[in-house]
C-alpha cells in the first residue's frame, strides 16, 4: 500500500524530497515553505502566513519521472497542462488537502528567468538561500506572503560569500550585473519591502537588522562590475518593459 499524502504539510513536503532521492530524482523545495524551514522567524506571528501550496525544482529532462513519482505518491497530474509545458513545469494536485504541488524543471521563469537548478545539490531539501530569496525578490507584483517571507529570510541569515545558511552575495549580485531587468526588479524590490516594514509590527532590532542587510544587498547590486549586455540595456532603462507578469494558473 503506497505511503499515504500527509496532512502537515511539511511532512509531506519533505516525504516527497525523501522519496524522489530514493528513486535517484533531485527535488528540491522552493517557495515560502522552503523559507520556514530555514527561518525560525517565519513562524513569528509577526510574518507567520499560511501555507498551501508546495513548489519544487528538478533538473533538466526529468519530466516523465517526476510524473510517474507524484502519480505513485498519491497526486492527480494536471494533464493537459502538463503536456504543453512538461518540458519546464509540471502541475500536480492533492484533491483531500486542496493541495497544488508545482514543480520547475531546469530553470524558473516567472517575472524573470533564473538558474536556479546549477547549484540544486548545495542543500538537502532546498534551494541554496540566494536562490530562495532571488525567486520572491523577482516577483514585481509581491504580495504580503512575500514580503513576509523575504523579511523572515533576511532576518534570520546574513549575507556572505557562502552559501552554508548564508545568502551568497556573489551569486546574486552575479546574476544581477548580467540581466539589467533583473537587477531592476531586485533592487526595486529590496526598496519596496524596506517600505513595509512598518506594517508587520517587527521589534525595532529586527527592523533594524533587515534595513541594514537589504542596504549590503543594495550596495552589491550597484558595486558588482556590469556585463556589456547590462550597460545596452541599461541605455534604455524603464522605457521598454523589463519583465513579464506570469498567467496564474487555476488551482485543481
Not at 15 to 40: E, F, K, S, T
Not at 59 to 80: C, H, I, M, S, W
Not at 149 to 163: K, R, S
Request: charged share 25%; hydrophobic share 40%; glycine share 6%.
Amino acid at each position: 500500500m503506497p505511503d499515504p499524502i500527509r496532512e502537515d504539510i511539511q511532512e509531506e513536503a519533505l516525504r516527497i524530497v525523501h522519496a524522489g532521492d530514493a528513486q535517484g530524482i533531485l527535488l528540491r523545495l522552493l517557495g515560502g515553505l522552503a523559507i520556514r524551514i530555514h527561518a525560525p522567524s517565519a513562524s513569528h506571528r509577526a510574518l507567520a502566513r499560511s501555507y498551501p501550496d508546495i513548489d519544487f525544482a528538478t533538473p533538466v529532462r526529468r519530466a516523465q519521472l517526476v510524473e510517474a513519482l507524484f502519480v505513485d505518491l498519491g497526486y492527480e497530474p494536471n494533464k493537459t497542462f502538463n503536456l504543453f509545458n512538461g518540458d519546464s513545469r509540471l502541475l500536480f494536485y492533492d484533491m483531500a488537502h486542496s493541495r497544488q504541488i508545482d514543480v520547475f524543471i531546469g530553470g524558473f521563469e516567472m517575472c524573470h528567468r533564473l538558474p536556479i537548478t546549477e547549484r540544486l545539490s548545495l542543500e538537502p531539501l532546498t534551494l541554496p538561500l540566494a536562490e530562495l530569496l532571488l525567486t520572491k525578490l523577482q516577483i514585481v507584483q509581491m504580495n504580503e506572503k512575500d514580503v513576509r517571507d523575504i523579511c523572515a529570510l533576511i532576518l534570520d541569515h546574513p549575507f556572505g560569500d557562502t552559501d552554508a545558511e548564508t545568502i551568497n552575495l556573489p551569486r546574486i549580485a552575479g546574476l544581477c550585473a548580467e540581466d539589467w531587468g533583473l537587477w531592476r526588479t531586485i533592487t526595486l524590490s529590496a526598496d519596496k519591502v524596506q517600505n513595509l516594514l512598518d506594517e508587520y509590527h517587527l521589534e525595532p532590532a529586527d527592523k533594524a537588522t533587515i534595513i541594514y542587510r537589504l542596504d549590503i544587498l543594495r550596495h552589491a547590486l550597484l558595486d558588482t562590475p556590469k556585463s556589456l549586455k547590462w550597460k545596452m540595456r541599461a541605455r534604455i532603462g524603464d522605457k521598454m518593459p523589463w519583465y513579464e507578469l506570469p498567467e496564474e494558473v487555476k488551482r485543481g
